[in-house]
């Protein structure tokens, strides 16, 4: 009789981006998965069973760029043309409170949570010791980082030079990093808002803590054009001049490559991330080159004011955007085929939160952090094909279990670790206040 923490009994089990299993055991011990074998195969003591009857059991969603400070913003930023974040999100995070940023991680945490999505990487805001401690509680596997840039003219209240700016992330590293699930990642917020100095010190104080670095990278044709303007070269090449480039570093957005701009990604392991929704009004990134070369981004939904913070939602508009511009003109309906939408999910998602094959299988030795999707008669069945029905149907609510580390955060659709009921309520309120209610 083997012990572990928590077995859950019988179920469907999707054991990474390509497999699915049916009838089968899955034993968490320690925090990391202890087997997936055949159910009844083998004889196990525990004190919690989940059933798995009705269930898929699947690796979680990793979010590989999400703004917590932007959360509040939901619903303010569609269509709000042109330059959002000059007219729009810079004023707002400006504005920012401990008490704002408090509801926007309770409700970041809350939404992501019941959307399936266990681990994610904050792109970096202010009064992240906020963010930290709401995240803490709610157990997901979280990296974060404060809003770090230097250029003139910003707001009083967030301007800062680029000792002060790195100094805050130091501060939020020391307190944070380590702590329950979380990571302190450090962060350069784009390119043309940061001085050399800044962007050395930054990279320097990453790699005396071996921690990640990340930006905004190529995001939109005027910043590159900025960046080509002030430097005489494009952005990732000023940042290998920089010495800046590494497998430690993350690249959010990066859609306008240029040929050796993805040689170098190649080249130095940099990890990648796409934001569909949120980047389709701003240019098609060549994932199908990227992948070929080896290099597998992740999906970030770029925070609530881009469309929320469901995942499901970003893969599909992934695949439709990639069909349409690169699968109709090469007659190629498969250029991206539901697996390797689930591989780029898994794989760049465990890149992105620094846990390369430690996350992403429903594997021994991988860490516990999974989703069961309730088989709902009708939603999801009956189906031919399991995983490709996860891929096409299922949706946030269909996520009835999450298990962080081996920590049950919800089942049956009930949350564990946060006040549901309040922070509802208190969201509800800053609506009313607002005059949105």
Same mark, same amino acid.
């Given at each position: 009789?083997?012990?572990?923490?928590?077995?859950?009994?019988?179920?469907?089990?999707?054991?990474?981006?390509?497999?699915?299993?049916?009838?089968?055991?899955?034993?968490?011990?320690?925090?990391?998965?202890?087997?997936?074998?055949?159910?009844?195969?083998?004889?196990?003591?525990?004190?919690?069973?989940?059933?798995?009857?009705?269930? %898929? =059991?699947?690796?979680? &969603?990793?979010?590989?760029?999400?703004?917590?400070?932007?959360?509040?913003? +939901?619903?303010?930023?569609?269509?709000?043309?042109?330059?959002?974040?000059?007219?729009?999100?810079? *004023?707002?995070?400006?504005? %920012?409170?401990?008490?704002?940023?408090?509801?926007?991680?309770?409700?970041?945490?809350?939404?992501?949570?019941?959307?399936?999505?266990?681990?994610? @990487?904050?792109?970096?805001?202010? =009064?992240?010791?906020?963010?930290?401690?709401?995240?803490?509680?709610?157990?997901?596997?979280?990296?974060?980082?404060?809003?770090?840039?230097?250029?003139?003219?910003?707001?009083?209240?967030?301007?800062?030079?680029?000792?002060?700016? @790195?100094?805050?992330?130091?501060?939020?590293?020391?307190?944070?990093?380590?702590?329950?699930?979380? +990571?302190?990642?450090?962060?350069?917020?784009?390119?043309?808002?940061?001085?050399? /100095?800044? @962007?050395?010190?930054?990279?320097?104080?990453?790699?005396?803590?071996?921690?990640?670095?990340?930006?905004?990278?190529?995001?939109?044709?005027?910043?590159?054009?900025?960046?080509?303007?002030? #430097?005489?070269?494009?952005?990732?090449?000023?940042?290998? $001049? +920089?010495?800046?480039?590494?497998?430690? =570093?993350?690249?959010?957005?990066?859609? &306008?490559?240029?040929?050796?701009? +993805?040689? %170098?990604?190649?080249?130095?392991?940099? $990890?990648?991330?796409?934001?569909?929704?949120?980047?389709?009004?701003?240019?098609?990134?060549?994932?199908?080159?990227?992948?070929?070369?080896?290099?597998?981004?992740?999906?970030?939904?770029?925070?609530?004011?881009?469309?929320?913070?469901?995942?499901?939602?970003?893969?599909?508009?992934?695949?439709?955007?990639?069909?349409?511009?690169?699968?109709? *003109?090469?007659?190629?309906? $498969?250029?991206?085929?539901?697996?390797?939408?689930?591989?780029?999910?898994?794989?760049?998602?465990?890149?992105?939160?620094?846990?390369?094959?430690?996350?992403?299988?429903? /594997?021994?030795?991988?860490?516990?952090?999974?989703?069961?999707?309730?088989?709902? *008669?009708?939603?999801?069945?009956?189906?031919?094909?399991?995983?490709?029905?996860?891929?096409?149907?299922?949706?946030?609510?269909?996520?009835?279990?999450?298990?962080?580390?081996?920590?049950?955060?919800?089942?049956?659709? #009930?949350?564990?670790?946060?006040?549901?009921?309040?922070?509802?309520? #208190?969201?509800?309120?800053?609506?009313?206040?607002?005059?949105?209610?």
């Amino acid at each position: 009789m083997t012990k572990c923490d928590l077995l859950i009994r019988d179920t469907a089990a999707m054991t990474d981006y390509e497999t699915i299993k049916t009838g089968m055991d899955i034993a968490v011990e320690g925090g990391r998965i202890l087997s997936v074998t055949k159910s009844g195969t083998k004889k196990f003591q525990t004190e919690k069973v989940i059933s798995g009857k009705d269930r %898929l =059991f699947m690796p979680g &969603l990793t979010d590989s760029h999400m703004h917590t400070g932007q959360q509040l913003l +939901k619903g303010l930023v569609l269509d709000a043309k042109p330059i959002i974040w000059t007219r729009v999100m810079l *004023p707002f995070e400006s504005t %920012l409170t401990s008490e704002k940023m408090k509801l926007s991680a309770e409700t970041a945490a809350l939404e992501m949570i019941k959307s399936g999505t266990t681990a994610f @990487v904050d792109a970096g805001s202010y =009064f992240m010791e906020e963010a930290a401690a709401v995240y803490e509680k709610s157990g997901l596997r979280g990296c974060l980082s404060c809003s770090t840039m230097d250029e003139k003219g910003l707001p009083e209240s967030i301007a800062m030079d680029a000792v002060q700016a @790195v100094r805050e992330t130091d501060k939020l590293y020391d307190k944070w990093n380590g702590k329950g699930n979380l +990571k302190v990642y450090y962060a350069i917020r784009a390119l043309n808002s940061c001085s050399d /100095e800044l @962007v050395e010190l930054a990279a320097a104080h990453a790699k005396e803590r071996s921690t990640m670095l990340q930006a905004h990278m190529n995001e939109y044709q005027g910043e590159v054009d900025g960046i080509i303007q002030r #430097e005489g070269m494009r952005p990732y090449e000023y940042l290998e $001049k +920089k010495g800046v480039l590494s497998d430690r =570093f993350l690249g959010a957005h990066s859609l &306008l490559l240029s040929e050796s701009e +993805k040689e %170098l990604i190649r080249e130095r392991g940099i $990890k990648l991330c796409h934001c569909p929704f949120s980047n389709c009004g701003k240019a098609v990134p060549d994932t199908p080159d990227l992948i070929k070369k080896g290099v597998i981004p992740g999906f970030g939904s770029d925070g609530a004011a881009h469309g929320g913070l469901s995942l499901w939602n970003e893969m599909r508009i992934f695949r439709s955007l990639m069909n349409i511009y690169y699968g109709v *003109p090469s007659r190629d309906p $498969k250029i991206m085929p539901a697996e390797t939408l689930f591989r780029m999910m898994y794989e760049g998602g465990a890149a992105a939160v620094d846990e390369a094959g430690q996350c992403g299988k429903l /594997e021994t030795g991988y860490r516990a952090d999974m989703i069961g999707i309730k088989l709902e *008669p009708g939603r999801l069945i009956p189906s031919g094909n399991l995983l490709h029905t996860m891929f096409e149907c299922a949706e946030a609510g269909d996520v009835q279990e999450m298990i962080v580390g081996g920590k049950i955060l919800m089942e049956n659709r #009930e949350v564990k670790t946060l006040d549901e009921e309040r922070i509802c309520f #208190e969201a509800q309120e800053y609506m009313r206040k607002a005059g949105v209610l």
